[in-house]
DNA sequence: TTCATTTATTGAACTTGTTCAATGTTTTGA
DNA sequence: TCAAAACATTGAACAAGTTCAATAAATGAA
């Protein structure tokens, strides 16, 4: 059941079989259906979650009733709005399955007692939010520098599988734009 | 000469004397003039710097030669080149002075020392990296939700010490629009 | 102080992306 | 299997933002 977590864990930190179980056993396993929600905005946010099937988008809804997808998260991704989980506060962000996934689930409460108990665990999650404000970081540049022509050529160069499994609804949230021109952009680039 | 360095630690984390006295040493102090640069693009990105005096952008240059502004950091701001450093790869990024600045400086191989010899760095880190990383969250779902003018509005509300202090220029290539675009939105809020 | 440089403003033409409404296509679930 | 729902495409009118060029204002260095 947690075999593709350790191998996440172990990509990131070094940690002894013992450290490892003693890690994964703070996880629960949930199934979570397709479009059912594991966040709803105003929620405060009280778990992070390894995903070991399926598919999620974490997303925001605007005033005007606009969604933008902030990521999404396939297998072998974390998942959490980490605002609110960190600050206690009602989280501005929804999570939804759009498949029928699964996923492990740590609450709050068990991930700090591992930071103290299992000193190394403090270091996994310092590296892994260094990478995942690095990617982070690399999508605000595209964002402010790249036309949406050339962010949807990008995306479906680095998220290929993610490509297949998305309709464009999601992809056009996720980059931006509406989906009408998402549309636009698909036919141009098409002609080519 | 470290004082606000810190004040700025005891912030995220709580630490021994001895234990803050041992960080701090591993800080060189530097002078920075105005206009010059700290980092420039295609340079690894040797430091992690906290400003005590003065004013820096961090920026890209795109394709075309616009300039895009990741980031601004004052007094009590860190700054770095988080995806160069961690990654060891050549910085897409330029780090500039605009106010003749003064900053702190740890090199890769001391950071690391810390991880090692004082424990509770590792969380100090973890901790300001979620915080950093909240804080691009917001500014992406902002970026990808709100109108430029409203960006323009936010951004005055939220940094008002820094909006004195930066030139419109600055504040369009932060906000991801052109000057002259800056300066019709500031026409039409200024004619309300 | 003065002159050169940088910054800010403005208008006109243009490009990128949105909105709305209509139509066609695919997927889903009873 | 078939109707309903969700998704995708298209065009036309519109809005947001850019580009370019000209001018004015502010700043800075000698």
Redesign the interface.
């Known amino acids: 059941m947690t075999e593709l977590l350790t191998r996440n864990i172990l990509n990131h930190i070094s940690l002894s079989k013992k450290e490892l179980d003693n890690f994964c056993d703070l996880f629960n396993h949930k199934k979570v259906l397709k479009k059912s929600f594991l966040l709803h905005e105003g929620e405060i946010c009280k778990f992070e979650g390894f995903v070991t099937k399926g598919l999620f988008r974490v997303f925001?809804v605007?005033?005007n009733g606009?969604e933008?997808v902030?990521y999404f998260a396939q297998e072998n991704w974390w998942i959490t709005d980490?605002?609110s989980f960190?600050?206690k506060q009602p989280s501005?962000l929804y999570i939804q399955a759009l498949e029928d996934s699964e996923v492990l689930l740590i609450s709050k409460k068990d991930k700090e007692f591992a930071?103290i108990n299992i000193?190394k665990i403090?270091?996994l999650?310092?590296v892994m939010?260094?990478?995942?404000?690095?990617a982070?970081?690399?999508?605000?540049?595209d964002?402010?520098?790249?036309t949406a022509d050339q962010r949807y050529i990008d995306f479906i160069k680095k998220y290929p599988n993610l490509f297949q499994r998305l309709t464009n609804l999601q992809i056009a949230a996720y980059l931006?734009i509406s989906h009408e021109f998402l549309s636009k952009i698909r036919r141009k680039i098409a002609s080519k």
Chains 1, 2 share one sequence.
């Open positions: 925001h605007d005033q606009f933008q902030l980490i605002d960190t600050n501005q930071y000193p403090e270091k999650f310092r939010t260094q990478k995942t404000h690095i982070l970081q690399r999508r605000m540049i964002n402010l520098s790249k931006g």
